[in-house]
């Protein structure tokens, strides 16, 4: 009964583990759309890693029975800004859903990689 809102950049919501993201609409803000990086799907692995369909084939996700949100955190209007795509999950939300920020950062700007 719970919604894990991702907070990404791209999805492929029609690969075929994961019918939870068939169809669902991308958290944006009135006449904004997503802005793909690096390539258009960059957030599928760990969509099937959490709800990857449970049905014998392909990957089964660890929380396969949740609902998913796709909060991009770079639109074409904003570029990159994760505290906007942050809100739009929050706004959304209900208690006890999970939001799940799932890309690192420039750690003191020397390009090493680190949590967000």
């Known amino acids: 009964g719970i919604t894990i ?57 660890i929380s396969y029975g949740a609902a998913i949100g796709l909060a991009p955190q770079r639109t074409k209007k904003l570029g990159m800004n994760r505290g906007n795509a942050i809100l739009l999950a929050v706004d959304n939300a209900k208690p006890g859903d999970v939001i799940l920020l799932e890309m690192q950062t420039d750690v003191c700007g020397q390009g090493q990689y680190g949590p967000a």
């Open 5 to 61: 809102y991702d907070v990404e950049y791209t999805w492929n919501q029609n690969h075929e583990d994961l019918a939870a993201a068939t169809n669902v609409k991308l958290l944006l803000n009135t006449g904004d759309e997503n802005a793909p990086v690096f390539d258009n799907y960059h957030g599928t692995a760990v969509l099937g890693e959490l709800v990857g369909t449970n049905n014998g084939l392909g990957v089964k996700g």
